[in-house]
């Protein structure tokens, strides 16, 4: 998409601006990373609906929107309002407001052997030795103009090290506030997290509005896992409905490593998720699981993309959508199997469950494979009504909004209970509750699918 010449001096004030107030303390190699990336989003502008790749998603409104970045000074925000953010049984908890890191809100005392956690501006400063190995170096800018111009204009984020062998038992949890201003802001978080050989920890990010305001987050992870490294990623959005969230999570694995990516997806008006794990190591593994629930008019976009790059790789995907009012959903599940990923192992399963006539899901289910000994499956079912399970229920004594939300759980349940680490499966336990209750009341008499055996009938399967 052609960049109107009044949004493009827009961007490129930005860019100048922040390079002005970084000149001091960006190192030359990142200064380069910058430049380069704001001449590739210059080139590429935003993507339209003429891109394969974002083909059920049109972003036009983002180019006619004139964000600014947040004020420098953090808004007046109270350790009282971040306790209902908190996450019981964090081993430390990182907040930023508006994309810049608050210290004074966050809690990263006592931290256990092996782990490192601070913020990336900080680890820049420091000339942290993994961060100009890898931050800017897996995230493609090249594919991605959304990337571009995260690697262009952010200003902090949060940076995570995982020392050889350590095991971290509790989660780090990063909370993304985003507080508005008189004005539509933009914030572009970035966060690298560098898991080494035999590691093992589980990170957390969560986003969230303070108020009603207009707000885009654009935030890239990288996480890159050593050989024999288990890691696992849960992106959390419940951002309010005039939100726009686009975010990209792009892992590197080495021999044998294990990555777990969960999203839940419960807030914005826009949203788009990217998440493109590489298993370049032999005998890598990856799980990709996902829940999105919209109603209203939300837009939400699922984009996989999985790159099986050495023999004997394992991926699952598994993504839930529930969908209510207008809502639109979206998944699009590409599995690559390059030349030399002999024996791999590959399964994409999409299930999505339509609550009202007028909800929408595109569904793309897709294989790429050039080895030619390989075990890859791929399919996609679309749900509605099971007046028999619902009936059921209400003949145990249950009243129609509580067995409508019963099956909701049912079938939410089948992502929430992949999710190993107990304290951020409880966690999203609880965030489902007030948003499933919410659907249950907002649908009465709504088309409803059970998630057993018996009720498969009743699902469409696509492609």
Not at 334 to 360: E, G, P, W
Request: hydrophobic share 40%; net charge negative; with cysteine.
């Amino acid at each position: 998409m052609t960049i109107a010449p009044e949004q493009l001096g827009n961007y490129l004030e930005i860019f100048d601006n922040l390079q002005k107030h970084s000149a001091a303390h960006d190192p030359g190699w990142l200064r380069s990373l910058r430049e380069d990336a704001l001449v590739r989003f210059n080139e590429a502008g935003f993507p339209t609906t003429r891109d394969e790749d974002w083909r059920f998603t049109n972003v036009s409104v983002l180019a006619q929107i004139p964000f600014r970045m947040a004020a420098s000074e953090h808004p007046a925000v109270s350790a009282r309002q971040i306790e209902l953010y908190d996450m019981a049984g964090s081993v430390c908890q990182m907040v930023f407001i508006n994309g810049r890191f608050a210290p004074q809100l966050s809690r990263l005392n006592n931290l256990p052997a092996g782990l490192e956690v601070c913020s990336l501006a900080e680890a820049v400063a420091r000339d942290e030795e993994g961060v100009k190995l890898h931050l800017g170096r897996h995230a493609n800018t090249r594919r991605d103009a959304f990337v571009a111009l995260n690697a262009a204009l952010w200003e902090d984020g949060a940076y995570i090290h995982i020392r050889k062998s350590a095991l971290i038992e509790q989660p780090v949890h990063l909370l993304y506030l985003s507080v508005g201003e008189d004005e539509a802001i933009m914030t572009h978080p970035r966060t690298l997290i560098v898991a080494e050989a035999g590691s093992e920890a589980a990170v957390v990010e969560d986003c969230v509005s303070l108020g009603d305001d207009v707000a885009f987050s654009n935030a890239v992870t990288e996480l890159v896992a050593g050989d024999g490294a288990v890691v696992s990623h849960c992106m959390i959005e419940r951002e309010n409905d005039r939100s726009f969230n686009i975010s990209t999570l792009r892992t590197q694995q080495g021999r044998a490593a294990n990555v777990a990516s969960h999203s839940i997806l419960l807030g914005g008006s826009l949203v788009r998720n990217n998440v493109h794990p590489v298993l370049a190591g032999e005998g890598a593994e990856c799980l990709i699981n996902g829940l999105f629930i919209g109603a209203g008019h939300q837009h939400l976009d699922n984009y996989m993309l999985v790159e099986h790059a050495s023999p004997n790789g394992s991926s699952r995907q598994f993504y839930n959508g529930i969908l209510d009012g207008q809502a639109h959903g979206v998944f699009h599940g590409r599995i690559i199997v390059h030349k030399d990923a002999q024996k791999t192992d590959a399964k994409q399963t999409n299930r999505n469950l339509l609550l009202s006539d007028d909800a929408r899901i595109d569904t793309k289910p897709q294989l790429e494979i050039h080895a030619d000994d390989v075990k890859c499956t791929h399919g996609a079912t679309i749900g509605q009504i099971d007046e028999n399970a619902l009936f059921y229920l209400r003949s145990r004594g249950l009243d129609e909004v509580h067995a409508r939300k019963a099956l909701l759980e049912a079938f939410a349940g089948e992502c929430v209970g992949r999710i190993q680490q107990s304290a951020v499966r409880s966690f999203v336990e609880n965030l489902l509750q007030d948003r499933l209750i919410g659907i249950a009341h907002a649908t009465p008499g709504a088309p409803l699918e059970a998630t057993g055996d018996e009720t498969r009938q009743h699902w469409e399967e696509v492609g």
